[in-house]
Protein backbone atom coordinates (compact mmCIF):
# COMPACT_ATOMS: atom_id res chain seq x y z
CA UNK A 1 0.00 0.00 0.00
CA UNK A 2 0.99 3.34 -0.87
CA UNK A 3 2.44 5.97 1.86
CA UNK A 4 0.10 9.42 1.61
CA UNK A 5 2.83 11.90 1.25
CA UNK A 6 4.63 14.35 -1.03
CA UNK A 7 6.42 13.95 -2.97
CA UNK A 8 8.94 16.99 -5.10
CA UNK A 9 10.32 15.99 -8.21
CA UNK A 10 12.82 18.41 -10.14
CA UNK A 11 11.46 17.51 -13.66
CA UNK A 12 13.44 17.23 -16.46
CA UNK A 13 12.89 18.91 -19.94
CA UNK A 14 10.66 17.12 -22.23
CA UNK A 15 8.21 15.87 -19.75
CA UNK A 16 5.29 16.98 -19.33
CA UNK A 17 3.83 17.23 -15.64
CA UNK A 18 1.10 14.39 -16.46
CA UNK A 19 3.98 12.06 -17.48
CA UNK A 20 5.63 12.67 -14.00
CA UNK A 21 2.40 12.27 -12.40
CA UNK A 22 2.45 8.86 -14.84
CA UNK A 23 5.75 7.95 -13.53
CA UNK A 24 5.04 8.24 -9.64
CA UNK A 25 1.87 6.35 -10.19
CA UNK A 26 4.17 3.45 -11.04
CA UNK A 27 6.64 3.74 -8.86
CA UNK A 28 4.23 4.56 -5.68
CA UNK A 29 1.90 1.46 -7.09
CA UNK A 30 -1.21 4.06 -6.67
CA UNK A 31 -3.38 5.49 -9.06
CA UNK A 32 -3.98 8.25 -6.95
CA UNK A 33 -1.38 10.81 -7.35
CA UNK A 34 -1.73 14.50 -8.35
CA UNK A 35 0.57 17.69 -8.46
CA UNK A 36 0.44 21.63 -7.88
CA UNK A 37 1.24 23.83 -10.55
CA UNK A 38 1.81 22.35 -14.55
CA UNK A 39 5.00 23.33 -15.71
CA UNK A 40 5.34 23.07 -19.79
CA UNK A 41 7.51 20.10 -21.19
CA UNK A 42 10.08 22.50 -22.29
CA UNK A 43 10.55 24.18 -18.38
CA UNK A 44 12.61 21.65 -15.57
CA UNK A 45 12.20 22.33 -11.80
CA UNK A 46 10.20 21.88 -8.85
CA UNK A 47 6.92 19.95 -9.46
CA UNK A 48 4.90 19.46 -6.43
CA UNK A 49 3.15 16.06 -6.00
CA UNK A 50 0.76 14.32 -3.51
CA UNK A 51 0.49 10.58 -3.20
CA UNK A 52 -2.70 8.77 -1.70
CA UNK A 53 -4.66 11.63 0.82
CA UNK A 54 -2.11 14.27 0.48
CA UNK A 55 -3.35 14.51 -3.28
CA UNK A 56 -6.15 16.44 -1.01
CA UNK A 57 -3.40 18.22 1.38
CA UNK A 58 -2.17 20.43 -1.54
CA UNK A 59 -4.96 22.00 -1.82
CA UNK A 60 -4.29 23.71 1.40
CA UNK A 61 -0.75 24.10 1.38
CA UNK A 62 0.11 27.32 0.37
CA UNK A 63 1.87 27.03 -3.11
CA UNK A 64 0.39 30.42 -4.61
CA UNK A 65 4.33 32.16 -4.65
CA UNK A 66 6.52 30.48 -7.25
CA UNK A 67 9.98 31.31 -8.31
CA UNK A 68 11.73 30.80 -11.69
CA UNK A 69 15.31 31.39 -13.69
CA UNK A 70 14.49 31.71 -17.21
CA UNK A 71 16.33 32.98 -20.36
CA UNK A 72 14.38 35.70 -22.56
CA UNK A 73 15.80 36.27 -26.12
CA UNK A 74 15.04 40.02 -27.28
CA UNK A 75 14.47 40.44 -31.02
CA UNK A 76 12.53 37.36 -31.96
CA UNK A 77 8.72 36.23 -31.50
CA UNK A 78 7.12 33.15 -31.50
CA UNK A 79 4.02 31.66 -31.72
CA UNK A 80 4.07 30.09 -28.06
CA UNK A 81 6.57 32.63 -26.30
CA UNK A 82 8.97 30.15 -25.97
CA UNK A 83 11.31 28.42 -28.44
CA UNK A 84 9.51 25.40 -29.21
CA UNK A 85 6.93 27.73 -31.54
CA UNK A 86 7.12 28.98 -34.85
CA UNK A 87 8.86 32.10 -35.49
CA UNK A 88 6.74 35.00 -36.30
CA UNK A 89 8.72 38.17 -36.52
CA UNK A 90 12.31 39.09 -36.05
CA UNK A 91 13.52 42.77 -35.52
CA UNK A 92 17.21 44.11 -34.42
CA UNK A 93 17.73 43.93 -31.07
CA UNK A 94 21.43 45.26 -30.52
CA UNK A 95 20.59 48.84 -30.32
CA UNK A 96 18.84 48.84 -26.81
CA UNK A 97 20.52 49.43 -23.73
CA UNK A 98 20.37 47.50 -20.39
CA UNK A 99 18.94 50.61 -19.00
CA UNK A 100 16.17 50.22 -21.27
CA UNK A 101 15.53 46.88 -20.89
CA UNK A 102 15.54 47.74 -16.46
CA UNK A 103 13.46 50.36 -17.29
CA UNK A 104 10.68 48.11 -18.63
CA UNK A 105 11.20 45.46 -16.73
CA UNK A 106 10.47 48.01 -13.90
CA UNK A 107 6.79 48.71 -15.64
CA UNK A 108 6.09 44.45 -15.11
CA UNK A 109 6.83 44.31 -11.63
CA UNK A 110 4.47 44.35 -9.08
CA UNK A 111 0.31 43.97 -9.62
CA UNK A 112 -0.01 43.99 -13.03
CA UNK A 113 -2.46 43.15 -15.77
CA UNK A 114 -1.20 40.30 -18.02
CA UNK A 115 -3.09 38.31 -20.98
CA UNK A 116 -1.84 35.02 -20.65
CA UNK A 117 -0.12 32.98 -23.91
CA UNK A 118 -2.70 31.60 -26.40
CA UNK A 119 -1.01 28.54 -26.34
CA UNK A 120 -1.48 28.18 -22.36
CA UNK A 121 -4.14 25.70 -20.74
CA UNK A 122 -6.57 28.45 -20.22
CA UNK A 123 -10.35 27.28 -21.23
CA UNK A 124 -12.02 28.65 -23.59
CA UNK A 125 -15.74 27.91 -24.72
CA UNK A 126 -14.97 24.67 -22.28
CA UNK A 127 -11.66 23.79 -24.47
CA UNK A 128 -8.09 24.12 -23.75
CA UNK A 129 -6.77 27.73 -25.54
CA UNK A 130 -3.54 25.92 -26.92
CA UNK A 131 -5.74 23.23 -28.77
CA UNK A 132 -7.58 25.84 -30.48
CA UNK A 133 -4.70 27.20 -31.52
CA UNK A 134 -3.27 23.65 -32.78
CA UNK A 135 -6.59 23.24 -34.72
CA UNK A 136 -5.34 26.58 -36.87
CA UNK A 137 -8.41 29.47 -34.82
CA UNK A 138 -7.47 32.34 -33.11
CA UNK A 139 -7.61 32.71 -29.63
CA UNK A 140 -8.53 36.17 -27.71
CA UNK A 141 -7.62 35.49 -23.93
CA UNK A 142 -9.09 37.77 -21.06
CA UNK A 143 -6.12 39.73 -19.08
CA UNK A 144 -5.77 38.77 -15.35
CA UNK A 145 -4.26 40.47 -12.19
CA UNK A 146 -1.22 38.49 -11.84
CA UNK A 147 1.81 39.93 -8.82
CA UNK A 148 5.39 39.95 -9.76
CA UNK A 149 7.17 40.39 -6.52
CA UNK A 150 10.78 40.13 -7.70
CA UNK A 151 11.97 40.38 -11.76
CA UNK A 152 15.66 41.14 -11.79
CA UNK A 153 18.52 40.64 -14.51
CA UNK A 154 20.98 38.88 -13.98
CA UNK A 155 23.20 39.28 -17.23
CA UNK A 156 22.89 40.38 -20.70
CA UNK A 157 24.40 38.60 -23.75
CA UNK A 158 24.60 40.07 -27.03
CA UNK A 159 24.89 38.36 -30.08
CA UNK A 160 24.42 39.71 -33.68
CA UNK A 161 21.15 40.73 -33.62
CA UNK A 162 19.30 39.16 -30.41
CA UNK A 163 20.10 39.97 -26.94
CA UNK A 164 19.54 36.67 -24.46
CA UNK A 165 18.61 37.93 -20.98
CA UNK A 166 19.17 35.71 -17.65
CA UNK A 167 16.69 36.78 -15.29
CA UNK A 168 15.10 35.53 -11.90
CA UNK A 169 10.97 36.09 -11.01
CA UNK A 170 8.81 35.81 -8.07
CA UNK A 171 5.62 35.23 -8.84
CA UNK A 172 2.01 34.92 -7.97
CA UNK A 173 0.25 31.68 -9.31
CA UNK A 174 -1.37 32.10 -12.48
CA UNK A 175 1.59 34.29 -13.91
CA UNK A 176 3.37 33.18 -17.30
CA UNK A 177 6.33 33.56 -17.47
CA UNK A 178 6.36 33.16 -21.18
CA UNK A 179 3.90 36.12 -21.58
CA UNK A 180 6.20 38.02 -19.30
CA UNK A 181 8.73 37.71 -22.16
CA UNK A 182 6.24 38.81 -24.25
CA UNK A 183 5.53 41.65 -23.13
CA UNK A 184 9.07 42.66 -22.65
CA UNK A 185 9.52 42.23 -26.24
CA UNK A 186 6.42 43.92 -27.28
CA UNK A 187 7.37 47.07 -24.87
CA UNK A 188 10.72 47.37 -26.44
CA UNK A 189 9.57 47.00 -30.25
CA UNK A 190 11.59 44.20 -31.01
CA UNK A 191 9.79 41.07 -29.84
CA UNK A 192 10.77 38.52 -27.12
CA UNK A 193 10.44 35.04 -26.07
CA UNK A 194 11.16 32.69 -23.70
CA UNK A 195 14.69 29.85 -24.27
CA UNK A 196 15.25 28.58 -20.96
CA UNK A 197 12.92 27.98 -17.93
CA UNK A 198 13.70 26.64 -14.44
CA UNK A 199 11.11 26.89 -11.56
CA UNK A 200 13.08 26.75 -8.28
CA UNK A 201 10.42 26.92 -5.77
CA UNK A 202 6.51 26.50 -4.75
CA UNK A 203 5.40 27.52 -1.47
CA UNK A 204 8.34 26.73 0.90
CA UNK A 205 9.65 23.84 -1.86
CA UNK A 206 12.91 25.03 -3.06
CA UNK A 207 14.77 23.37 -5.77
CA UNK A 208 17.42 21.68 -3.25
CA UNK A 209 14.84 19.93 -1.54
CA UNK A 210 13.73 18.27 -5.26
CA UNK A 211 14.64 15.37 -6.40
CA UNK A 212 15.19 14.20 -9.73
CA UNK A 213 13.47 10.92 -11.66
CA UNK A 214 16.70 9.19 -11.53
CA UNK A 215 17.06 9.05 -7.89
CA UNK A 216 13.24 8.04 -7.52
CA UNK A 217 13.59 5.46 -9.73
CA UNK A 218 16.75 3.96 -7.29
CA UNK A 219 15.44 4.73 -4.01
CA UNK A 220 11.60 6.13 -3.72
CA UNK A 221 10.20 7.50 -0.67
CA UNK A 222 7.81 10.56 0.32
CA UNK A 223 7.51 12.83 2.90
CA UNK A 224 4.92 11.26 5.40
CA UNK A 225 1.75 13.47 5.60
CA UNK A 226 1.90 13.80 9.34
CA UNK A 227 5.47 15.33 8.85
CA UNK A 228 4.51 17.71 6.06
CA UNK A 229 1.42 18.49 8.26
CA UNK A 230 3.38 19.29 11.44
CA UNK A 231 6.08 21.22 9.44
CA UNK A 232 3.14 23.56 7.51
CA UNK A 233 0.53 23.80 10.08
CA UNK A 234 0.04 24.66 14.10
CA UNK A 235 -0.35 21.29 15.46
CA UNK A 236 -3.03 20.37 18.01
CA UNK A 237 -2.18 17.14 19.67
CA UNK A 238 -5.83 15.22 21.48
CA UNK A 239 -6.36 12.30 23.51
CA UNK A 240 -7.68 9.07 21.73
CA UNK A 241 -11.52 9.65 22.63
CA UNK A 242 -11.28 13.03 21.35
CA UNK A 243 -9.25 11.61 17.72
CA UNK A 244 -12.20 9.04 17.56
CA UNK A 245 -14.36 12.54 17.24
CA UNK A 246 -11.91 14.04 14.53
CA UNK A 247 -11.29 11.03 12.87
CA UNK A 248 -15.34 11.08 11.79
CA UNK A 249 -15.49 14.79 11.40
CA UNK A 250 -17.26 15.99 14.43
CA UNK A 251 -17.78 19.58 15.60
CA UNK A 252 -15.78 19.87 19.09
CA UNK A 253 -17.90 22.16 21.25
CA UNK A 254 -15.38 24.19 23.76
CA UNK A 255 -12.65 23.55 22.10
CA UNK A 256 -10.12 25.96 20.70
CA UNK A 257 -7.53 24.79 18.88
CA UNK A 258 -5.61 28.03 18.09
CA UNK A 259 -6.74 29.22 15.09
CA UNK A 260 -7.44 28.27 10.88
CA UNK A 261 -5.92 25.41 9.46
CA UNK A 262 -4.43 23.80 12.47
CA UNK A 263 -3.47 20.20 12.25
CA UNK A 264 -4.89 17.43 14.64
CA UNK A 265 -3.42 15.17 15.98
CA UNK A 266 -4.22 11.50 17.65
CA UNK A 267 -1.84 10.40 20.65
CA UNK A 268 0.12 7.97 18.16
CA UNK A 269 1.36 10.68 15.98
CA UNK A 270 -1.34 10.21 13.39
CA UNK A 271 -2.40 13.43 11.42
CA UNK A 272 -6.45 12.67 11.52
CA UNK A 273 -7.21 16.35 10.01
CA UNK A 274 -7.62 19.85 9.76
CA UNK A 275 -9.69 22.44 11.97
CA UNK A 276 -9.98 25.41 12.79
CA UNK A 277 -12.11 27.84 15.73
CA UNK A 278 -15.14 29.30 15.69
CA UNK A 279 -17.85 30.80 18.38
CA UNK A 280 -19.22 27.26 18.80
CA UNK A 281 -15.87 25.58 19.18
CA UNK A 282 -13.21 23.68 16.97
CA UNK A 283 -15.08 22.31 13.65
CA UNK A 284 -13.35 20.40 10.60
CA UNK A 285 -12.22 22.19 7.88
CA UNK A 286 -10.65 18.54 5.88
CA UNK A 287 -10.18 15.00 7.15
CA UNK A 288 -7.33 12.86 6.48
CA UNK A 289 -8.48 10.31 8.61
CA UNK A 290 -9.18 6.87 7.38
Known amino acids: MAIDGIVVVDKPAGWTSHDVVGKLRRLARTRRVGHAGTLDPMATGVLVLGIERATRLLGYLSLTEKSYDA???????????????????RKPAGHITREEIEREISKLTGEITQVPSAVSAVKVGGERAYRRVQAGQQVELSPRRVVISRFDLLDMRRQDDVIDLDVTIDCSSGTYVRALARDLGAALDVGGHLTALRRTRVGPYGIESARTIADLERSFSVVPIAEVASEYFPRFDVDEPTARLVAYGQKLPGVTVGGNLVGM???????????????????????FAG
Open 71 to 89: TIRLGVATQTDDAEGVVTS
Open 265 to 287: FAPDGRFLALYEDTDEGAKPVAV
